[in-house]
């Protein structure tokens, strides 16, 4: 059996107060409310975005890591490598020789 950890916080007497009473409300414990969310933490390995959405900023890195995760999600998975680098490849063609020609392969750079 894991033995137990325990873990101490500060926060204004107002905030553990009130919070207090939304988790008696609901029927939960202060411990089961953070056990819950450090479960969710290790399983998922990020805060619940429901947490994350007052954020007041969020840093270049993490921005574009969101960015990539929000492309990688969004990929079809039913193609091979070689049509995902056409497919680039065509993109980058459109984005920075947009008078090149598809059968030229961009002869005009």
């Known amino acids: 059996m894991e033995q137990n950890a325990t873990l101490n916080t500060r926060m204004p007497a107002t905030l553990k107060r009130h919070g207090c009473e939304v988790l008696e409300h609901e029927g939960i414990g202060v411990s089961e409310a953070i056990r819950r969310l450090f479960e969710y933490l290790e399983r998922f390995q990020k805060m619940p975005d429901e947490l994350m959405a ?40 459109d984005k920075y020789c947009p008078n090149s020609s598809p059968s030229d392969g961009g002869a005009d750079r």
């Open 54 to 93: 007052d954020a007041k900023e969020v840093s270049p890195l993490e921005g574009r890591r969101a960015a990539l995760r929000g492309l990688v999600a969004s990929a079809p998975l039913d193609c091979s490598a070689e049509e995902a680098i056409a497919d680039y490849r065509q993109h980058l063609t």
